[in-house]
Nanobody, 126 residues
Framework: VQLQASGGGLVQAGASLRLSCAASGRTFINYHMGWFRQAPGKEREFIAGISRRSYGDSTRYADSVKGRFTVSRDNAKNTVYLQMNNLKPEDTAVYYC??????????????????WGQGTQVTVSS
């Protein structure tokens, strides 16, 4: 599966953005999907994930975004979304999506993901 993230931009603190990650291939529904971000000089970090339907479309979030970000997926469109509200300057990063088929219990770890798409830049000004 190939992935392409989009929807980033430059916004002010407190604003919202919705990122999209479009996937190619007919096996999209078999994957857990994850959103990650990487700020300059920092490691890529997991921020949100959504399971495949057989796991009930479960979601999980990093503490840094819990309550502000919402991940969702539309299997008919082969797309996963990340709704980001109340953005903060510390959310500035390149955002990526990726897939995994590992057990959902282990799907909160960056190294368990692959098929990294091209990222999209999110910049939040204060």
């Amino acid at each position: 599966v190939q992935l392409q993230a989009s929807g980033g931009g430059l916004v002010q603190a407190g604003a919202s953005l919705r990122l999209s990650c479009a996937a190619s291939g007919r096996t999209f529904i078999n994957y857990h999907m994850g959103w990650f971000r990487q700020a300059p000089g920092k490691e890529r970090e997991f921020i949100a994930g959504i399971s495949r339907r057989s796991y009930g479309d479960s979601t999980r979030y990093a503490d840094s975004v819990k309550g502000r970000f919402t991940v969702s997926r539309d299997n008919a469109k082969n797309t996963v979304y990340l709704q980001m509200n109340n953005l903060k300057p510390e959310d500035t990063a390149v955002y990526y999506c990726a897939v995994t088929q590992i057990l959902w219990a282990y799907a909160g770890t960056t190294r368990n993901y692959g098929n990294w798409g091209q990222g999209t830049q999110v910049t939040v000004s204060s």
